[in-house]
């Protein structure tokens, strides 16, 4: 197992004088890489897998209700060590990818992890090959278990592409050469220099000039990074080649219908549902993205629009620096005003060191929340650099970090929130953070900038990441006929640019580059869907919300504490929500488009 940096969509904005940034105690986890409770988990690992095999491969058949549970909880005992240890290794490390110390010691955690875990492989094996019949009475027989089912029930959807014994071994082992090339990624990103303006940045200094109001600024970030992506453009293209190539074999001898099988089975979704939500959001590029662009486009005073003023401040937007007092008040004073519950678990995150923000040098790009275990607590890491988006990133990942908070009571196996269900909270926070600020807004000129950026926001999470979805689509449908040159990839990102972006845009020479630095595409293929579902849910949620469902704050909280223990369906149907219908999916996209006809109607 490995940590996956859960990277969001939005990369932050510039300023200075932010004040006093936070930084990780990771000490709940371990004081140091050589600390004795570390190597006393490390031993403890390696005996408890070594004996749950001797224990139990080859007898689940035999075993009652009762010796059944208690099988489950030494396995699930065994995850949350490895998971700590990982999480542990993992976050030491995306706090300086370039440190040769940091990365060793990740990859020796992983080699070890990876080994030991090895003699479990049977586990999932020999629960596939159960008679549904048995397990049906384990569950009546013992309610302690009969809470696992969920668990069992996605497992055993994997029942139809599983593979020997041995096999599933040796793919164990190898998960760990898969994850070097994920390192590589990282690595060769967090190692990139730019020069802009006589100054030396890394990628998210870069990315941030996107977002400053000198168009001169935005055009030169942006031709910069174009030019070293093109330097760098054949490490990229050999990552995403071996990285497709080894997801289409593996994918292939396990009988995968479709390159997003194993995600749809993994988010515990249906395909048809993704499609209806692709077919939806493709359906709606018009009245979404295409004409906010063309209104951003007048009010820039251009022709047209280039990608270095997709992200631009509006004209009459301030350049104020929002400093970590002010975010940390305002997100706080929008979860505490929804609930004060929010506010209370929310409060730790920045007073006991469980946020990471400042920018440093070698520091992962992005922003995430990683929940680590559930006897410990997430930590979420910024990239803050004070504009009032970033203010929004911090609302979005607090909102994660809250609900895995909640969500660990459900214990080690049943707190993980498949995919399309782990943008609730965070988009939802988001929402809340939004909702205060424009109800703040003193002037229409700052409802207008504020209405506009919340468009901005929810175009990139939704338009953008379907579009994201379908070079993923289109990229792993191509490498199935042969090695992808790096033109023959920058010609799928093209593909899916104008149609997504609209007829306001051009697009310069080297943007079919900008495919390169995404790491979604690396750490998790078809993770991006997940945002435009977060999205849809939440801006249905919210319109329940709104309307003043009686009791909504107490079913809210209780969907975030089911973590992954149910389905979508059973979530949302007391909101009285269903995923699976179509016109779900047009009720969040009504609420982007309502946003734009206030804007437009500014305008008259």
Known sequence: MT??????????????????????????????????????????????????AADYEGKLADLDAAGFLDCVLRNERISAVAGRIMSFAGLRYYQQTTDADRAKFMSDMQEKITNFTTPLVFFTLELNRLDDGVLAAHFAANADLARYQPVFDRIRAMKPYQ??????????????????????????????????????????????????????IREAAARELADVFAENIKTFARVHNTQAKEKEVVDRWRGMPTPQTGRHLSNDVEPEVVEALR????????????????????????????VWDRNAPLPMEDS?????????????????AFDPRMGEIAAPFFSSGWIDAAVKPGKAPGAFAHPTVTEVHPYVMLNYLGKPRDVMTLAHELGHGVHQVLAAGQGEMLSSTPLTLAETASVFGEMLTFRKMLDDAETQEQRKVLLAGKVEDMINTVVRQIAFYDFECKLHEARRGGELTPDDINALWMSVQAESLGPAFEFMDGYETFWAYIPHFVHSPFYVYAYAFGDGLVNALYSVYADGDTGFEDKYFDMLRAGGSKHHKDLLAPFGLDASDPRFWDKGLDMISGFIDELEAMEA
């Open 3 to 52: 940590i996956k940096p859960n990277f969001d969509a939005n990369a932050s904005s510039g300023g200075k004088d932010l004040g006093n940034l936070p930084e990780w105690d990771l000490s709940d986890l371990y004081t140091s890489q050589d600390a004795p409770e570390l190597k006393r988990d490390l031993d403890w690992l390696e005996t408890a897998c070594a004996s749950f």
């Open 163 to 216: 593979l020997s014994d041995e096999l599933e071994k040796f793919l164990h082992d190898m998960g760990v050469v898969g994850d070097a090339w994920e390192k590589l990624f990282d690595e060769t990103i967090a190692g990139l220099e730019f020069s802009v303006d006589d100054e030396t940045l890394n990628i998210e200094g870069t990315l941030n000039l996107l977002t400053e109001q000198d168009r001169n």
């Open 279 to 306: 077919e939806a959001v493709v359906a709606a590029y018009p009245k979404l993205s295409h004409r906010y662009y063309e209104l951003k486009r007048k009010w820039l005073g251009l022709d047209k629009m280039q």
């Open 320 to 336: 104020r620096v929002v400093d970590w007092a002010s975010a940390e008040k305002t997100v706080m004073d929008a979860y505490n």
